[in-house]
């Protein structure tokens, strides 16, 4: 008998596989209800194949405070804009701790929101705090006492990650010029001409050069971690496998920091950390870290210019997992009192 | 405190990285010894890198009834011919129940084996009935009981599912025709031209066309289900994804045998069984079972034709994991009378 | 100035797109207009990337006389069922040439095309020999004098081909069992949930086993060209690669066939061929063929067994040129009266 | 009857193998010889599958002056440090022209020459001069009467052809950051660790950051063309695709510069040159160009910061062809005097 009850509300997508799939093998957490708008009355099975005959759940069109009746906590796989509306609701009418994978309560900035997210936000009111960011290596212990979680995204995780030692060091100032690499599943589960196999399967390409909406979720972070002056500009590269990102972010810093003095920031940034790698004789690469909740990080120092030197900081990640579902489920375990590792301990299958 | 003790012998191919994966997460079994040949001293995530951080185990030269030393289990992660040398001694001085991965004690046939494996073999003496072939869905309680478990080969695992249903209902005659098709991850670790990615990501290929050493090991499986005068022209095929594999096998059965009657023939042999799924509204895909231990199976049945009917039978499996490694772990845990399916639950991640 | 004069109907597919590259770079044909019911107005570069700065021409919509009109030749790149109402309109009202690459004219057995394609078809009288089957390799005089030409499909030209050397030599008759493994892009430009690079990347399914409607365009061609009663139960599998079909089909000959026998039998069959090749150290693979119109073709002969041998027959190519638009314009070439491989002899890329 | 002979020295490589493709389809060059120090006496094809029946030629073991002998043009395929061996006895001893894909040549700083290749260069003297940059879009005429073309490297043709535009505008100053990501067939015919199908299908990873041997390269060209006070810091990155290159090379322009401004710089930078596209609608990718010698290019302009812009400048090519052979026979064609698109407007295939 398990002793925590959960549910999801959007049901059919990536992340709500990823959620789903961890539930069923958790010790602790039941999942009694998974809510969609399509695909209502069909088995999980029909749109999440690997589920076949895994569960007898199907899919429910539920109200949002259906969807969480008797639950100790709801996960949110919902698109952005329509979280905005289902959480007011579900902070209102239950109880439930709430994790919401969406960006819509990732930001404070509402400016922000609406420039990068365009149009109004459903609820204003709660980017003021209502919300705490669920990057575990950064706000743990906010985590584990929130009412509501706001899920980082995949991008920004891996971004954050990699930047984040320098920030925490007081090492992070003025402009970085970031390149993030990812794979085709953070597209989500409906095809289209970018994801179409014949051209994915040999292309490479941008969008949203210098305007992907988690630019300011990334500042806001690492100013928030202690980065001064922070600005980023970040070109997201498409590229032909299914899971993983890679980042590589370059920052500039005093002529007198040493590789040591580096090392030092990413130890201290990390220690104790179960989650983040630091390889000690390679750099961070994707297949590693592919298909777990493990996210690794490293860096390569440049040569002196002009009394400063080039740093460029690398981070790889699971974009499903400790990009997506899998750092929700950490932060599930945390609201829950639980041990933030349950089911996300497997290093996952290699290759 | 976990209650039993394991250790790999040959721990530095794919294989291996999967049992080593599996132990680490086992809440019954420790992993206590690494033995290899190569890379002597090094943690194991120089070769495996996703255990980065995971272990502190290192390989180890080891003479085998070293590295069964106070072990309830050793599992060999070795090439075939080195696995047979080393079988023996492990059986002589340790009392260590014993899951052999290679192909060195799968068949009964010394003909067969010095036919397709090349050679004599090192200790032809066992090949009769010293070992138990691996595959619970036939031999589950010879498992439990066995000293020594012959895990089965990732292609002969998948065309044996498949065909297992018509075995058993005597529906299985004379020749059977079959393609599998399989991803890279088959070949092993070592870089060769054909797992060259430049060249592999785009083709599709055949190699020991009607002449596959699984080719025995499906013979000897299938007579003993049940198979009568049974015999199998198999093309092994190469393709371009990492893991899985799907194979067509072509057989003939009687003008009288209707889909209904081989839907049952499929449900009475996979009645109960975890890990065989019989998807209801699709046909088995590489895809649903890929990082898991599930195998698909399905058919399709042809029109009558001069008294008889052709019909097409389908499975996927994951080549390292149901195909390998996986299915060694789920005999690993009947020889210590554990539950079959310790860390093998886990549907894994999809996409 | 280029001697004859060319257009196509149906320009925004992927054949269409390999039909424009190839006239674009013609020595002898020049393109003139290219009609489609999308993208009116719209350069093709909008959907052909490739062609960026390449040509001026736009997509125009237009009756399918007005698009044939002042051309030798028209290329039609239209979905089966669309094909068969234009193609009698072009037959009344122009003096054009016509290549058809859809299956609409391409069976000579109505109740075949009705069962396999669907419906009735819009000009049933046409079946009746209005169309040559436009396999060089097989109908090269036929084609060079044809008025409408109906390109063979890519499934079919793969196992066609690897299949003619046994129904030239009179060693062909009875079932045949065929297993097709394709690239993503013989889906065509549409994305589906089929080949949606998330899932598609790892994945290996079959789809229509036993009811594939290229089956009796197989059986019609190979029983002109010599089969006897025969038939095929075939089997298409999608594969994670991009461009290539392979096929592998098992045949059942006399026990008094030797390797030598078919190996005359393949030389024979394909004697002067330029685009078929029959490896001498190897058996044929995709790579070898993708990018270019060749197609390599290659057996296996297996031991006696009660009187006879099973041959599994090998062949592989690209299906998007000599499966598809690359034989389209071998024939346009034969009815201009050209040399049959103009555009045509590239290699093309490897790997 | 071609004009011109041409040989190949080093035939055995994937550069090699596009040359071949090329000359053998070259309607002025005729290919008669092609030296190896593997595979002596074998057809060419048993190193590259694509040219089965296509040239009876052989690899021949033959000093370069043998190689050269009776023809207009030698091209080299040679490793680097090889190359640079072979060179000098070409120059002293024929009269032919030289085409060199390798790095031996393309620098004239001695210096960073045996820091980024290390050791000695074995013809240092040649560095001063004696060889022409093999760009087209920058040394045209001079490639056009040079005896010695040291043609591009891949990361250097792209990243080149990005900045090109503010280079030769003007606007070109002071520290870059790039990361250039490549599939696999840059690494060559040579199967390694990070070339193994089964990870580097799934794996994103750098190497050699901020110390690739084509820094020099790209600083001495881009300085060469306007570029003040410059400098690289570059990451490399190995993605899952078999051919490609994309680039995102970040600079800084002065506050005022638009993007009406930038474009006319990229419309200057490349008017009237036919293999570099500057597309109106989308931004470079790697699909649109990959399998031709065509190079995309495009810019991203960020907001106002600190008195200056950050720009984001794309380029995306083909590496074997426009960032290697295929530019390579460029160069044959301008040194040859003839059309300088010879055997390359071919716009390739899609997808």
New interface residues.
Partial sequence: MKRFKASIIGGSG?GA??LI?RI??HPEVELVRVSSIDYIGEPL??V???????TDLRFEKLEPEDAAAGCDVVLLGLPHKVAANVVPRLLEKTQAKIVDLSGDFRLRDLAAYEQYYGGKHPAPDLLKGAAVYGLPELNRDAIRSARLVASPGCFATTIILGLLPLAKAGLLEG?V?T?G?T???G?G?T???T????????????YK??SHQHMPEISETLTAAGAKSF?I?F?P?S????????S?S?ARVDASVTPERLAEAYAAAFEGERFV?R?K????????????N?A?VGF?L?PV?EGHR?V?C?S?IDN??KGGAGQGIQSMNLVLGLDEGLTL???????
Avoid: C, M, W
């Fill in positions: 990536y596989a990823e799939r069923l093998i099975s029909a999440h194949p690997h589920l076949e005959g895994r402009a010029e390149v690499i794979g085709s599943s597209s589960i095809p289209t001409a994801t179409h196999h014949p051209v994915r399967a040999q292309n490479l390409r941008t050069p210098l600005g500009h070109v590269v590229a032909p496998l299914t899971r993983g990102i890679f590589t370059f790698r390889p004789k390679r750099l961070p690469e994707v297949a590693a870290v592919s298909g777990s493990y690794e390569e440049g210019e080039t460029a690398f790889a499903l997992i301990e497997d290093p996952g299958g290699y290759p």
